[in-house]
């Protein structure tokens, strides 16, 4: 207790004890009760009474004083451990990105902007606008309540979309938002599967319909000049991070530029608009060997894929088909360049450089998905998860490019070398095909540009 406090209470009981020796503030306690009950006292009796009451309340009424002049202070608990260890203290940068802090930003720090600069923001903060981000949330809202997840879908989904636009590790992330890293783990897995199975089917689609057949195919020509071009295919080794020492035939991941990796195969349209992705390989295999354990090549090579387009070309019937690079095998429904240094005939070299137009848009394409989604420039989630965050980068990139989203800077891919890819037996009468198509169209072309 404080001692000005007790010093006080001493001063006043010895002015009581000077005024009325007779009575004491600390009387006993059972005399007192016994007087009381023998001659019971009314109020106004203790009021003018030379007894300690009038005493008592002006005892009350200091303390009171002082209480009210002198307000308590609690000596703050001294503390080994700084905020960082202390998991209960969040840091800084966690409460800047807290739920509070989300939801104050999303529903009315965001709506006091104007428009340009709110998406600038969310740009910068998730790599989409404001109103793709809302797209995304409210497609994956139901499922992500299912889960019962104890966060908010939109919190969630923000924090993904913040870990695979600025490559941050779990790690990383948990500190910043102040969560541990296995629920940044749990969080990132849930929403990477839900965007590459529940999302996948409605933003990535190959182009069967007649109106967005005839779309596409119309956009190349205007690119290339050559006509039917329905899709152009690449691949791209996507770096894993760490891999795994216990991982079984551990060198197959490594490619050919000396790092471990997965490919990914993309389909893209005019408008670097992927319709098909797929990811099945180590990264030490070779495009044509991913492309023929695909799911689209074996739906082309079965004819269950149908495209209702053929057009004539110098007695040619030629149907809707891919372009890609000499890494790929040359099919009816998959045309690759004569050569890749321009030693081929005049008509042959200009059908390259048309090719090559084409070509240029699943090249730019693949530069905007890894220029936008830093994750996938260095990624690091586990080995099991990899491909489905691919997958989901590739839904992500389909939604911003829909909606028009601006264009990163390009990621920039090494220069790919290789030979032709030898032909197989199942695939003779394609190749047949492929190469008496792509010749027509070589003739068709440069008898065009020759005649202008």
């Known amino acids: 207790m404080d001692q000005s406090f007790l010093l006080m209470l001493t001063n006043l009981l010895h002015l009581h004890n000077h005024l009325d020796p007779t009575t004491s503030l600390l009387s006993d306690s059972t005399s007192s009760y016994s007087s009381s009950v023998a001659s019971p006292t009314s109020p106004t009796s203790l009021l003018t009474s030379t007894s300690a009451a ?38 800084p940068a966690a409460a800047e990105f807290s739920v509070s802090a989300f939801r104050a930003l999303s529903t009315e720090h965001i709506w006091a902007m104007e428009a340009p600069l709110r998406d600038a923001q969310w740009r910068s903060l998730y790599g989409l606008s404001y109103p793709v981000f809302t797209t995304v949330v409210d497609k994956l809202k139901p499922y992500i309540t299912q889960s019962q997840l104890s966060l908010p879908s939109d919190y969630a989904v923000a924090m993904v979309l913040s870990r695979f636009f600025h490559g941050f590790s779990a790690k990383t992330l948990a500190t910043r938002y102040g969560l541990e890293p296995y629920l940044i783990s749990k969080i990132t897995n849930m929403v990477t599967r839900l965007l590459a199975t529940k999302l996948y089917p409605e933003f990535i689609k190959i182009p069967v319909s007649r109106r967005r057949l005839v779309e596409t195919t119309q956009g190349f020509q205007e690119l290339t000049s050559l006509p039917n071009i329905c899709g152009a295919i690449d691949g791209t080794a996507v770096r894993l991070q760490h891999l795994p020492s216990e991982t079984v035939n551990s060198s197959m991941y490594y490619s050919r530029y000396g790092f471990p990796s997965i490919l990914l195969q993309v389909v893209a349209d005019h408008k670097k608009i992927f319709w098909d992705v797929c990811v099945k390989a180590p990264g030490g295999f070779d495009d044509a060997t991913h492309f023929r354990d695909s799911l689209l090549y074996n739906r082309l090579i079965s004819g269950d894929i149908v495209w209702d387009k053929g057009v004539n ?14 890494c790929f095998p040359l099919l009816s429904f998959l045309l690759t360049p004569f050569s890749g240094n321009r030693t081929g005939s005049p008509a042959e070299n200009a059908y390259d450089e048309a090719l090559l137009k084409g070509r240029k848009m699943v090249e730019e394409a693949i530069g905007l998905l890894k220029g936008r989604w830093k994750i996938l420039q260095n990624l690091n989630v ?12 590739c839904v992500l990139h389909n939604l911003c490019q829909i909606a028009r989203e601006p264009e990163p800077e390009l990621w920039r891919e090494p220069e790919e070398n290789g030979s032709p890819p030898r032909v197989l037996d199942n695939e003779k009468s394609f190749y047949y095909y492929g190469g008496s198509a792509r010749q027509a169209l070589a003739d068709d072309l440069y008898q065009r540009l020759s005649s202008r």
């Open 54 to 91: 009038p005493l008592l309340f002006f005892t009350i009424a200091s303390v009171l004083s002082y209480l009210a002049t002198h307000p308590h202070k609690k000596k703050p608990r001294t503390s080994t451990s700084s905020p960082n260890n202390n998991p209960s203290s969040p840091s």
């Open 313 to 326: 070309v110098r007695g040619e019937h030629v149907m809707p088909y891919i372009v890609g690079d000499w």
């Open 382 to 393: 586990g080995l099991s998860h990899a491909p489905q965050t691919v997958v989901a980068c």
